[in-house]
């Protein structure tokens, strides 16, 4: 995904006075964002796989809850600096992004943050959903909702009361579309 992205956002010349080439750089940014987070999504897979393990054990008061989850979130971590710094070493310098290091190393922990609360979010959607049908449209739901309410920063006066309106008109239909979906998966089971 990173020699797309710098093959998509091929950009070494570019000037940063601009509002459309400021408009690249955001792209490339969302981009590199959504990828970091759609890597969380392998984690509802793994932990669902093992929630029958962790059920059992709890039943039998083996461990408490917090030793079982603590080791797999510490043994992730450097897992996180190791695909976050390959994606940021590939795509900084040929997206054409500041030269500055300090530049670099602050996109570099924005993502590892980004990464970290991804693989928790989708661990927490997995435990919740317990099932994996559940726990992924539990997953594309979350996605649907982050995507559907993040987005560009607009200064004020670009505001139009439209724009509101138009998130709001979308999340109320995901919401809608997961009801329904869930409501005929509850009676296809049932």
């Known amino acids: 995904m990173a020699m797309i992205a710098m093959t998509i956002f091929l950009r070494t010349e570019m000037h940063r006075d601009s509002v459309a080439h400021g408009g690249i750089y955001v792209g490339a940014l969302f981009y590199a964002v959504v990828v970091i987070m759609f890597n969380g999504v392998a984690e509802v897979s793994m932990v669902v796989s093992r929630l029958p393990v962790f059920y059992k054990q709890r039943g039998c008061l ?11 979130w510490i043994l992730k971590i ?46 927490l959607v997995a435990a919740v959903g317990r099932d ?10 979350i996605n649907a909702i982050l995507f559907c309410m993040s987005g560009f ?14 998130r709001g008109v979308c999340l109320i239909y995901v919401l809608l579309s997961f009801l329904r979906f869930m409501l005929t998966d509850s009676i296809k089971k049932g």
Do not use: C
């Open 153 to 166: 920063i607009l200064s004020k006066g670009k505001i139009d009361i439209k724009q509101i309106k138009n």
């Open 132 to 141: 994996m049908t559940v726990a992924l449209t539990f997953g594309s739901f």
């Open 78 to 123: 450097p897992l996180t600096f190791v695909e976050v710094a390959v994606w940021v070493f590939l795509t900084y310098y040929v997206i054409g992004f500041d030269p500055n290091i300090e530049r670099f190393f602050r996109q570099y922990l924005v993502l590892v943050l980004v990464h970290q609360m991804a693989s928790g979010l989708f661990r």
């Open 62 to 72: 083996f461990f408490p809850t917090w030793i079982y989850a603590l080791p797999g």
